[in-house]
Nanobody, 120 residues
Framework: QVQLVESGGGLVQPGGSLRLSCAAS????????MGWYRQGPGEQRELVAS???????NYADSVKGRFTISRDNAKNTAYLQMNSLKPADTAVYYC??????????????WGQGTQVTVSS
């Protein structure tokens, strides 16, 4: 079974930083694009950042210049470095990845979510 496990969320003051991690495990052959989504209270889930297998990145305008997505292919792990955090960044953050398993089946996988709260 393939799964994504997220970690690194928590409570931080405005202007602070957090780093989220997303580790994929299981019968993985390859991981294509990976991304981070978030869903705030009463809000729809939105794409925060994504990264291709080749390292090309894309960011939502609201986080551009503050967040950085990266990946370590050897560890099957993606990261989201979040700096200059604002209260508006408060949300549950979800990792997402397109993964091909050892049987050649490709699917979209989601992590369980990790809470990020930005408050003074």
């Amino acid at each position: 079974q393939v799964q994504l496990v997220e970690s690194g969320g928590g409570l931080v003051q405005p202007g602070g930083s957090l780093r989220l991690s997303c580790a994929a495990s299981g019968t993985i052959l390859s991981i294509d694009a990976m991304g981070w989504y978030r869903q705030g209270p009463g809000e729809q889930r939105e794409l925060v950042a994504s990264i291709t297998s080749g390292g090309s990145t894309n960011y939502a305008d609201s986080v551009k210049g503050r967040f950085t997505i990266s990946r370590d292919n050897a560890k099957n792990t993606a990261y989201l470095q979040m700096n200059s955090l604002k209260p508006a960044d408060t949300a549950v953050y979800y990792c997402n990845a397109y993964i091909t398993n050892v049987n050649g089946m490709r699917g979209r996988y989601w992590g369980q979510g990790t809470q990020v709260t930005v408050s003074s």
